[in-house]
């Protein structure tokens, strides 16, 4: 890019005008200098948006990027939003910040300005995860919070998550009603920065103690825990927030030895042991399976950085460490749950599951088996946060997973919890354990039972403003010019969540999806193979799942129904050809 558009040029000349301070403007200065140009144009040509996770993007001056006035405006217009929604109210938030570079600066930002707009801050003094916030919001009867996080993510990203009152994060309309907020504000003096500080109050071992003691009361074998209790577990919080409170809720489940990997227990928001900071990488998770293997473990759990999504690795019958992905974890989990359930007298007909669109089907399968309610949302935790809360005091919550490695036991929190997470799932390979099973072979049993679903996520990064034009052309490419057959299968139906409507393609007939819009497509074929296409609202990337499946009469043969799958799932990414 050799020049910048004129309303790029427009941005840039306002915040070099504006009240910005002299650092970020010595920043911009230099990259026009240097003639950066395609790096203005990313930082300046929009400005960041409300996505499924809230907002996220890399750190660096600029309306499209994370840093002190993005983060004010973010909050200000969030503060305009309650102050018109709860007028007259003594209204509070709670605020936390993961173990990310800058996550403590901008979680003191957010903190001046409510505190600024005359809202009371509940402020966790120190790095906490993100589902701990959630509780908070929700035990402190707060109206709203705010997670400084960008999960995951590159070292050079960071976020904010914004909550409602039922600890979930905002959903239509008042996610909308939020942004609409934001994008009102249009001159930074809009903004209030002036800390008050009778307005924050800091808050840390009183809510960590209460959400243990919350967790523990969930447990529902702890009988095997207890035969089980030296059950060797290594944990990696990979220099993030799980580091806080996983050690402690598996020390509360009863578990004795649980080994910490030592190099990634402290926060850093560098990340310097991994490339992505990312439970569902296998590379994130070398250092505790090699400690794994040192000691001899039975399982391995290692968080991401906000500690609300984690990765496990087993042993296989080879006795091998073996990472599984979320489909299967989150499959393994319910089932567990559900058969622990039934065996202890506790299942009466209204309890729930819930999963996403685009999260294994077998969970249903596995919810149907046992006669329990099952529920599926539209991608991202808020979705099943919304649906807990809508039923809250009319049927119970056993737990909830999607394929992103976020599960959530319990309705102590509306948002996916690790912390949670790992103590089920520990406590899961305590109950196997005690009946002479491993992880690995309750999944191989699972399969032959319901049938053996395999997942595969394809993730195609397409970065900048050329990025985003690229992902929206190929999904109205997908939408209006429907694949004729992936894998060997013709395709008859075609689900658009976006236009809600789902079109028989054999017979032409239509039907309403009674879902709320989002703009995801989904192919089925004859032979069942589910395929969805989703842009990310969080990153600069279109996501393809996966799905296919096949009968699992004999457990051996599972290593050549495994690479039958694989191959299914090639084809298909060929036949999409993206």
Known sequence: MNELEPSVLNKINNWLSGSYDEATKKEITELLNSGSYTELSDSFYKDLEFGTGGLRGTMGPGSNRINKYTIGTATQGLCNYLLKKYPGEKISVTIAHDSRNKSDFFAKITAEVFSANGIHVYFFRELRPTPELSFAIRHLGCRSGVMITASHNPKEYNGYKAYGSDGGQFKSPDDQMVMDEVSAISDINEVKFGRIDKNIEYISEEIDELYLKKITELSVSPEAIQRQHDLKIVFSPIHGTGITLVPAALKRFGFTTVTIVEEQAVPDGNFPTVIYPNPEEKEALSLAISKAVEIDADLVLATDPDADRVGIAVKNDDGEFILLNGNQTGSLLINYLLNAWEQKGKLTGNEYIVSTIVTTKLIGDIAESKNVNFYETLTGFK????????????????????????????????????????????????????????????????????????????????????????????????????????????????????????????????????????????????????????PSGTEPKIKFYCSVKTPLPDIKEFGIKDKQLDEKIEQIMHDLAV
């Open 383 to 534: 979705w099943i946060g919304a649906l807990i809360t809508e039923l809250q005091g009319k049927k119970t919550f056993i737990a909830g997973g999607e394929e992103s490695y976020g599960y959530l036991v319990g309705e102590l929190v509306r948002d996916k919890d690790a912390v949670i997470s790992c103590a089920f799932i520990a406590e899961m390979a305590a109950y196997y354990k005690d009946q002479g099973s491993s992880l690995y072979q309750a999944m191989l049993k699972m399969y032959q039972t319901y049938g053996f679903y395999k997942e595969k996520l394809v993730s195609i990064t397409k970065k900048g403003k050329t990025g985003a034009e690229e992902i929206k052309s190929m999904m109205e490419r997908f939408r209006f010019n429907t694949p004729l057959s992936l894998g060997g299968s013709k395709v008859v139906c075609l689900k658009d969540y976006e236009l809600g409507k789902e079109t028989d393609l054999i017979s032409g007939s239509t039907k309403k999806l009674d879902l709320p819009k989002s703009d995801v497509l989904q192919f089925i074929t004859a032979d069942g193979c589910i395929v969805s296409a989703r």
